[in-house]
C-alpha cells in the first residue's frame, strides 16, 4: 500500500513531531511524507527513518487554485492508495486535488481547535464532505468537526498521538542551582499557548520568596514579546528563552514541574511527553488534557486564563512530599506507556485506512 501523509509544513511544531514519530514506523507500505511548502527540522529526521519527503514548494493559501493543481498532477503521477492529510491548508489541497485525480481513501485530519471564520466553517463543512473518515487527536476536535462542520458521527475517528519511548537517562541533563524548583515549558511561542501568564505567575512567586527557575523551550511569533516581558520583571537570570529544542525528553526529565497554559489545545505532544518523563504537569483544561491527566493523581488540570488557580496549583505541588510526587510521576508514566504508543496509533490508521478503503 501506498500512504501518501500531505502536510502543510514539515518544519517543527506539534505536528511536524507527530510525523517525525509516525515516520519511525517499519513496514511493507511505502510511506511518502508531502508538504506545501517549507521543509526543515522535521523534513531531515524524516528521512533519517529512510523514508521519501516531498516539499511542493507551493503557496499553502486555500485560495491559490495553482497549488491545488500542482499537488493534483503530484497525485495522478504517484497513484497513492491512501491520501492522509493534516491541517487547514492540507486537507482544503489535498481533498480537492486527491478527488480530481481518483485516488482510492481519501482521509483528512483536523490538528486543533480550528478557529473558523463563518465563511471558512462553510468551506470545510463542504470538503470534509469528499474525505471518507476524519480525524481528531482528541474529543473536543472532534465534537467541533461534529458542531461547526456538520462532520457526521460514523465519519469521525479518534486517533491519539504517539510519542517514542526512548529511554530517560537521570544523570544526562540537570538544570542548575539543583536546590530550585525548575518549571518548564515545551510549544511554539504564539498566543495561544498564553506563555506570558504563565510568567506573571513565575514572577510573583519569586516576589513572594520561591526559589523558582522558569525554562522555555521552543520558537515563535511571540519570542519579541516575551524577551520584552522577562526584562520588564527583570528576571532574565530566572527565566529563560533556550529556543526550539528538537528532543526535549532530558530536558523535561530534569524538570520539576511542567506547564501547558494553553486557551485552546487539540492534544499536546509536550504533555505527553512530560508525562512519559515523569514530570509532574500542569495543564489547562483544553484539548485532550482532560482525557490524559487525572486530576491529582497523574497531574494536575486547572481552568484556562485562571492566573490565581494557576498561582495556587504551583504552591500545592511545591506543598506535596516526596511520596506524594513519585506517585503521580509513575501513574503519569504508566498512563503514556499504555495509551501513546507508536504501534497502538499505526494499528488505529491502518483500520480506517481499510475500513474506508474503496
Not at 63 to 77: D, E, G, H, P, R
Not at 252 to 267: K, Q, R, V
Not at 325 to 330: L, M
Amino acid at each position: 500500500m501506498k500512504i501518501i501523509r500531505l502536510s502543510t509544513f514539515l518544519d517543527f511544531g506539534g505536528l511536524e513531531k507527530r510525523l517525525v514519530n509516525v515516520s519511525h514506523v517499519q513496514d511493507d507500505n511505502e510511506w511518502i511524507f508531502t508538504c506545501l511548502n517549507n521543509t526543515g527540522y522535521a523534513a531531515d529526521e524524516i528521512k533519517k527513518q529512510g523514508k521519501r519527503v516531498v516539499n511542493l514548494h507551493a503557496n499553502p493559501s486555500i485560495y491559490s487554485i495553482k497549488t491545488t493543481y500542482k499537488l493534483y498532477k503530484f497525485l495522478k503521477k504517484e497513484k497513492p492508495n491512501v491520501l492522509h492529510t493534516s491541517g487547514a491548508e492540507a486537507n482544503y489541497h489535498g481533498v480537492i486535488a486527491g478527488k480530481l485525480a481518483g485516488v482510492e481513501t481519501i482521509i483528512a485530519e483536523e490538528i486543533g481547535i480550528p478557529n473558523q471564520s463563518l465563511k471558512a466553517r462553510v468551506i470545510f463543512t463542504q470538503i470534509y464532505k469528499f474525505a471518507k473518515a476524519v480525524i481528531g487527536n482528541s474529543k473536543p476536535v472532534l465534537k467541533v468537526l461534529y458542531e461547526n462542520n456538520a462532520v457526521p458521527h460514523n465519519k469521525l475517528y479518534q486517533v491519539n498521538n504517539p510519542i517514542i519511548f526512548n529511554p530517560i537517562e537521570d544523570k544526562l541533563f540537570s538544570y542548575k542551582p539543583s536546590n530550585a524548583t525548575h518549571i518548564i515549558s515545551v510549544s511554539r511561542l504564539t498566543a495561544v499557548k498564553n506563555i506570558p501568564e504563565v510568567i506573571k505567575v513565575i514572577a510573583q512567586l519569586i516576589q513572594e520568596g520561591y526559589n523558582l527557575y522558569y525554562h522555555i523551550y521552543g520558537e515563535g511569533e511571540q519570542r519579541g514579546r516575551l524577551e520584552e516581558l522577562i526584562n520588564d520583571y527583570n528576571l532574565s537570570d530566572r527565566i529563560v528563552l533556550h529556543g526550539f529544542e528538537a528532543s526535549p525528553m532530558n530536558k523535561l526529565h530534569a524538570a520539576d514541574i511542567f506547564i501547558l497554559n494553553s486557551f485552546t489545545e487539540g492534544f499536546s505532544n509536550a504533555l505527553c511527553e512530560a508525562m512519559y518523563a515523569k514530570t509532574i504537569s500542569i495543564s489547562t483544561d483544553s484539548g485532550s488534557a482532560s482525557e490524559m491527566i487525572e486530576h491529582g493523581n497523574s497531574g494536575f488540570i486547572i481552568p484556562v486564563n485562571d492566573t490565581d488557580s494557576l498561582k495556587n496549583q504551583i504552591k500545592t505541588i511545591l506543598n506535596l512530599d516526596d511520596i506524594k510526587r513519585n506517585e503521580i510521576r509513575q501513574k503519569a508514566h504508566k498512563k503514556v506507556l499504555t495509551n501513546y504508543s507508536l504501534k497502538q496509533h499505526i494499528q488505529e490508521l491502518y483500520k480506517i485506512y481499510q475500513v474506508k478503503k474503496g
